[in-house]
């Protein structure tokens, strides 16, 4: 089960640290995806981690704003938003990769969280 917190009301520039509690398997050995869907739009990946070599990946549109971080103690991954801009208020969603894969697309996630809501108050 993944549980995604953290959403809320934002204004342009603002910052959100979105939470991703995990249960049920360890965080440790999988992969860890961020991804969004704002309203009339495709779900799309925003930031990754993967465990087969470590790699994280973000979109474009998050490089240099975005961190994906996790806490394997606590079974949870997180993402820091910084400099939020206006076209992103979405649902934001978490998801777990079992085979370790990851990547910034859909497929391969094995399960996902319900979401969480980020409102933009412009």
């Known amino acids: 089960q993944l549980v995604e917190s953290g959403g809320g009301l934002v204004e342009p520039g603002g910052s959100l640290t979105l939470s991703c509690k995990v249960s049920?398997?360890?965080?440790?050995?999988?992969?860890i995806g961020w991804f969004r869907q704002a309203p009339g739009k495709e779900r799309e990946g925003i930031s990754s981690w993967t465990i087969s070599d470590g790699t994280i990946d973000y979109a474009d549109s998050a490089k240099g704003r975005f961190t994906i971080s996790r806490d394997n103690a606590k079974n949870t991954a997180y993402l820091q938003m910084n400099s939020l801009r206006p076209e992103e208020p979405a649902v934001y969603y978490c998801?777990?990769?079992?085979?370790?894969?990851?990547?910034?697309?859909?497929?391969?996630?094995?399960?996902w969280g319900q979401g969480t809501q980020v409102t933009g108050s412009s």
């Open positions: 998801a777990v990769d079992v085979t370790g894969g990851g990547g910034l697309t859909e497929e391969g996630y094995d399960y």
């Open positions: 049920g398997f360890t965080l440790d050995y999988n992969a």
